[in-house]
């Protein structure tokens, strides 16, 4: 592959984000310190040890799903625990039931929970429709449609013509290459992916992550450290 060339475009690519950073950042820096210090040296009672607001607003942060109903693709929240329900617009029952595929396997799978496709795990045929997918095996046949987050970790792989996903999240571990063009809302690279990809909302690069190939969409993010060899096309 052409290093060379590409060393350029991650020089490009960098000098463009810090100097947005820096106008960004040297606007806001100097007013929290000022407010600091002035905050410090009003407060006469030396009783804030105990600060029960503080704990309480931590310990009873629910956790929150955003699911959306696989029947109607009505979206809605669901606080603490994931389990099965029923979509608030058009009542179906819907499934949380988590799945783990550790072989070569084909059938069917509806759930707004997530799906583990484990290093042995192999999807041959059938159709999966499931909340998110975590995936470090492969998806070569069938139809598997992610409603939420496609997360790829070391050693997973999948055809694109066979994936349908909101989200691609490649995690520092992984490493994709894909000769066609890919589609996502969001693409999020810790690792290694090499591709020609179309994101209609945010591909965010990861300091340990690396993208190499082409970048169509309206937000671009790279983190100090990151690699980008890629052609830009983001307005
Ligand atoms: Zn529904």
Not at 74 to 89: E, M, Q, R, S
Request: charged content about 25%; proline content about 3%; some cysteine.
């Amino acid at each position: 592959m052409a290093k060379r060339r590409s060393k350029n475009d991650i020089v490009d690519g960098f000098t463009t984000m810090k100097a947005a950073q820096r106008a960004v950042t040297s606007g806001k820096s100097p007013k929290t310190t000022t407010q600091k210090a002035g905050e410090a040296s009003s407060k006469p009672k030396p009783e804030p040890a105990r600060s029960p607001k503080t704990r309480i607003d931590h310990t009873t942060q629910p956790t929150r799903h955003n699911v959306e109903c696989y029947e109607c693709r009505y979206g809605f929240v669901i606080t603490g625990l994931l389990k099965d329900t029923f979509c608030p617009k058009c009542k179906s029952a819907l499934v949380a039931t988590e799945y783990s595929l550790d072989k070569r396997w084909a059938g069917n799978i509806k759930t707004i929970g997530t799906v583990h496709i484990t290093e042995k795990g192999v999807v041959g045929g059938g159709k999966i429709v499931a909340g998110n997918v975590i995936l470090a095996g492969s998806i070569e046949g069938g139809k598997t449609q992610v409603i939420g987050r496609l997360e790829a970790r070391a050693g997973g792989r999948f055809k694109p013509e066979v994936v349908d996903a909101r989200d691609l999240i490649v995690r520092d571990d992984a490493s994709l290459s894909f000769e066609t063009e890919i589609r996502f809302r969001n693409i999020d690279v810790a690792g290694k992916l090499s591709a020609s990809i179309v994101a209609s909302g945010i591909v965010m690069i990861r300091s340990t992550g690396h993208l190499l190939g082409k970048v169509c969409g309206k937000h671009l993010v790279v983190e100090n450290g990151a690699g980008l060899n890629a052609t830009l096309d983001v307005a």
